[in-house]
């Protein structure tokens, strides 16, 4: 009795729902709103996720001070800080941008904290030796050791970002995904969740083939 | 060139309960090949160390002409230590002074007999290939002081006699001041201008000797092997450090 209705619906319902969403602009409209929410969020709790971790990875002092504000962060539900942020500034663009990247934040530095840790003091001995500087140690001793680390923080902080990003838009934007499955869920519109789900795997991934790979591919040419 | 001066009163680490080096005098002069020869676990890396400015916890004081500095220094370590992500000219590359011509990475390759190599990365290289790039890198910087902590360690002899004749061909066209740590005697003799024999716990200079061997003659195993006779008969002082 499920088959072939509202609560199931076919391949066919849901590819129609899909190419209608499509060509009237509103299914590329909101995964693009999300799309460009989850690049900033993402972007920016990378960048500081990487500085903070590689900082607290070499100072031990800072690391013991932080480490305790950190596991809190690190277990705060993603719904809390979502619904302060939203209560703290508003309703608005850069407080979801804000939850978003609060929820992110503590899982790359934890990752790049560990990364930084288990760096080879041999090579970091070698690069001072030979008067490296700071820059030259970053980029040619310490980031190629950190890559394995950073790309685990890529592909884990992605699928996170995806779904606190959905809550943070069903919670107080009135587009992007988030919004929209809100919408579909009020009004039991299974096939439209099922197409727009769709959308969201194909995204994940091209991202991943079109730039995660390659990535990783260039990193590690060095590899036997 | 400048003459420089080692003078290491005291290094002693925290968890230690007696100094490892103590009262060490070194006066090196320039061009000159040193073998540092030593038992196993005598301090001799942390001598290293201290030179490279990479271990500053000790009290004493380096001297470079007359001043207060630690020499510009090309350091090749037991492990070559050459960055996997980075092929062999690039390793090389990095180590220069920014207003230092790669030109000289040329010259080096190919006494080193690695032009053909040049473009690979270290892992698809054999140890003996590695520790050639790690002392063409420390020969490119153009050091004031050539460190060597133990280079041909773990070599197959035949491997490690080809490296010692690519090194000392090397070091005759391009003149440094060289510190090579060993604990192997042959080795010491067959490469020094002049040995210095250190105790352990704490570690200190026993006795400095010249090697009057001509350079010509250091391939010759049956010249090398007399000398070292002759060292052990006349100084038995050294037996008991190898």
């Known amino acids: ?224 | 060139m400048t003459d420089i001066q080692i003078n290491i009163n005291n290094k002693t680490y925290p968890t230690a309960s007696q100094p490892s080096i103590a009262n060490l005098k070194l006066s090196l002069n320039s061009n000159e090949f040193i073998c540092l020869v030593g038992p196993s676990g005598c301090g001799k890396t942390t001598l290293l160390n201290i030179i490279a400015g990479l271990d500053n916890a000790y009290d004493g004081e380096i001297l470079v002409g007359q001043q207060h500095t630690h020499p510009k220094i090309g350091y090749v370590f037991q492990n070559p230590r050459l960055l996997p992500w980075r092929t062999v000219r690039e390793n090389i590359e990095l180590a220069l002074d920014d207003n230092q011509s790669p030109e000289v990475i040329d010259a080096l390759l190919e006494v080193m007999q690695l032009t053909q190599a040049q473009h690979v990365y270290p892992e698809r290289l054999s140890l003996g290939m590695s520790r050639r790039i790690a002392i063409i890198r420390a020969f490119a910087v153009d050091p004031e002081v050539l460190l060597m902590d133990e280079p041909f360690v773990s070599l197959d002899a035949p491997t490690a006699r080809q490296v010692r004749e690519l090194l000392i061909k090397l070091w005759q066209q391009r003149p440094h001041t060289v510190l090579f740590v060993t604990h192997d005697l042959r080795e010491a003799i067959a490469l020094a201008d002049r040995l210095i024999f250190l105790s352990a716990s704490p570690m200190q200079a026993v006795s400095e000797i010249s090697v009057p061997i001509a350079r010509s003659e250091r391939g010759n195993e049956l010249a090398i092997e007399s000398f070292r006779q002759q060292l052990l008969q006349n100084h038995p002082e050294i037996k008991q450090l190898l």
């Not at chain 1, 609560?7 to 799309?35: I, N």
């Not at chain 1, 709790?45 to 900082?55: E, F, P, S, Y």
């Not at chain 1, 663009?93 to 288990?118: F, Q």
């Not at chain 1, 030979?130 to 790309?151: A, D, E, N, S």
Request: glycine share 6%; aromatic share 10%.
């Open chain 1, 1 to 224: 009795m499920y088959l072939n209705s509202n609560t199931l619906p076919t391949p066919e319902a849901v590819a129609k729902v899909f190419w209608l969403g499509c060509v009237s602009g509103q299914l590329p409209f909101h995964l693009g709103v999300t799309l460009l929410r989850l690049a900033v969020g993402f972007s920016i709790a990378m960048l500081l996720g990487c500085a903070i971790g590689i900082v607290l990875g070499r100072n031990k002092k800072l690391d013991a001070f932080f480490d305790n504000w950190l596991v809190i962060f690190l277990n705060i539900p993603a719904l809390v800080t979502i619904i302060l942020c939203y209560v703290w500034f508003g309703l608005i663009e850069s407080a979801a941008i804000l939850a978003v990247v609060i929820n992110k934040l503590p899982n790359v530095i934890v990752t790049i904290r560990e990364g930084t840790r288990a760096l080879d003091q041999d090579l970091l001995d070698m690069a001072r030796c030979y008067h490296f500087g700071k820059r030259k140690t970053l980029v040619h001793v310490i980031w190629p050791q950190l890559h394995p680390f950073v790309m685990g923080a890529t592909r884990s902080g992605l699928a996170l970002i995806w779904k606190i990003i959905l809550v943070v838009e069903l919670l107080g934007r009135s587009n992007g995904m988030g919004y929209q499955l809100h919408l579909f869920f009020q009004l039991f519109d299974v096939a439209s969740i099922l197409a727009y789900t769709v959308a969201f795997v194909a995204v994940i991934q091209l991202i991943e083939l079109l730039i995660l790979k390659p990535l990783d591919k260039k990193a590690l040419r060095w590899r036997r």
